[in-house]
């Protein structure tokens, strides 16, 4: 039977970063992968041009931008400390990777370099090159499917649907449940719980988000700028964003809406009523209610032998003319110069606080699914896993990285940071370890 030093189970971002962590630190190193291709959802990160960090400078800031259901951001403290932001991107350019740096902070590799190549590729172009280099070795279309433990609960052998390999530390970095068409079904989430680990409630997370109004529809495919979107419980003001969001057929969808998505199952829960979240959307919110009213006012009054629908498509885009028609009591085609300043009142209401009702109906927070998901929210128990090492409270040849853990984070090149840095922290880790061991 084959025996090596360190098996990673997952060919991502975070499995191919520990991987090459481990071999580095002089373990013999395998790499266990179900997909014929590594990487396969690196590929199409950042629409395929892989915002792989973000140039936040301060790492206490950076790090305050992840959540975690089990512990909090200070959980990623001691890896940040060992392999932050700057080190990630020092890394990729010292492999002949170079970085641009775009609006809020994302860093992507530098495409004009190599025009054929889409930036997702350079970087796993980048990765394997590194494995290459230091002799990982690979198995494909390899699904491990179990672990054979110990009395201690100790992994000796994994078990793939076609082989046993005896090994001497084990890292799990099988992602999360979303884009299961790229190979990440949350595989990782039972092999980690046979062996005792308690898996926080997993949820699709920075994703679209479904309203009860069937309205909506209406301005199906309409885009927003520069708007704020405001979320109520009960009356009160629970959380607000402010940048670009958009109108589907099932709701909405956009930045501000997938980033207030992660949040979501903070705020309601499954069994909750299918009214107890609203959506309050302003259109205008550099505006005052009383500036947009003399405005609204002013522009009635200047063609006042206009019909109501025909001014409005002077004040707002033409697709979210038809939600305030349809939610206004005033007939489209009455003449703007017959509109009363109730009537104007009401319309400065309306452009200010277009109301929404999640729709929780199906028990699912609103939320689309993980085939939707941009990531997951929930997953291994940070209260079970050491910080420094990223090694298994309880059983101690285990590692995690990545996804899988129950951290997440917004948009802009957190998730992936995630990866790089519990990546790098597993693999050194689980390396040294069993050198140490030996
Ligand atoms: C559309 C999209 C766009 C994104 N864009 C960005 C972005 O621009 N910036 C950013 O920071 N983040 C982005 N993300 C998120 C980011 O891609 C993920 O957080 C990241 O890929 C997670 O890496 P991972 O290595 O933990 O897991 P994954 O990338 O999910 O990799 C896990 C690997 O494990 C393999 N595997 C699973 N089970 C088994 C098993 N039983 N045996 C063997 N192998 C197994 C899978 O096939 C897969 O290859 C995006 C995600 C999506 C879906």
Redesign the pocket.
Known sequence: MRHVDVIV???????LMAAIQAVKVGASVIL????LN?????L???RGR???TNSEPDVQKFLSRYSSSSSNYKFLNSAFSKFNQKDAEAFFNSVNVPTVHERGGRIFPDESVKPDVKGGQIILNALLNLCKKYGVRILRR???IGFDIDNNNKIKRVITRDDEIECGSVII????R??PK????G??YSLASKLGHNIIKIYPALVPVKIKESWVKLASGCDLKNVNLSVYKAGEKIAVRFGEMEFAPFGISGPIVMDLSSHIPDWIEPEDSDDVLQFSLDLKPALTHEVLRNRIASDFNKFGSKTFAQVLRKLMPSKIISIVLELSDVPHDKPAAYISSEEIHDLANLIKDIRMTLDNSNHDCGLLSFNHA??TRGGIDLKEVDPGTMQSKLCENLYFA???LDLNGP?G?????L?WSTGYVAGMSAGLNYKNNK
């Open positions: 189970i997952g060919g991502g971002p975070a499995g266990i992968e179900k997909n590594l990487g396969e959802k690196l199409i990160s950042g892989c915002n792989f390899s699904p491990v970095a099988t992602g999360g979303s884009y790229t190979g990440s079904t595989d990782g941009v990531i990545g996804e899988i948009s090149g957190f998730n992936l940071q990866c």
